[in-house]
């Protein structure tokens, strides 16, 4: 069973940078991906970044803004969120891809309120 705790949000003003991270715990020797969600209030979740086959994939409101990485020896997954902008203010969670699946089974995510 793989855990995640997402850490790094907080309140920045448009125009700021933050650095989410991700601990995941757990048997990810299966996992073939690696993805960030975002949750804004009233919305559905959503992927914005992923790392799958290697290759990094972002949503287009966050392309040249966001940067998706991965420290595999400490299973850490890492967003770094500059040119923050009220939008993408939300819930982050992070989740892997196993058996051709992305795993629903969420942390408790970290908060990102941008203000403008």
């Known amino acids: 069973q793989v855990q995640s705790v997402e850490s790094g949000g907080g309140l920045v003003q448009s125009g700021g940078s933050l650095r989410l991270s991700c601990q995941f715990t757990?048997?990810?020797?299966?996992?073939?991906?690696m993805a960030w969600y975002r949750q804004a209030p009233g919305k559905e979740r959503e992927m914005v970044a992923s790392?799958?086959?290697?290759?990094?994939h972002y949503q287009e409101s966050v392309t040249g803004r966001f940067t998706i990485s991965r420290d595999s020896a400490n299973n850490i997954l890492y967003l770094q969120m500059n040119n923050l902008k009220p939008e993408d203010a939300g819930d982050y969670y992070c989740?892997?891809?196993?058996?051709?699946?992305?795993?629903?089974?969420w942390g408790q995510g970290t908060q990102v309120t941008v203000s403008s």
């Open positions: 989740s892997v891809r196993i058996g051709g699946v992305w795993r629903t089974s």
């Open positions: 757990g048997r990810l020797v299966a996992a073939t991906g």
């Open positions: 790392i799958l086959g290697g290759r990094t």
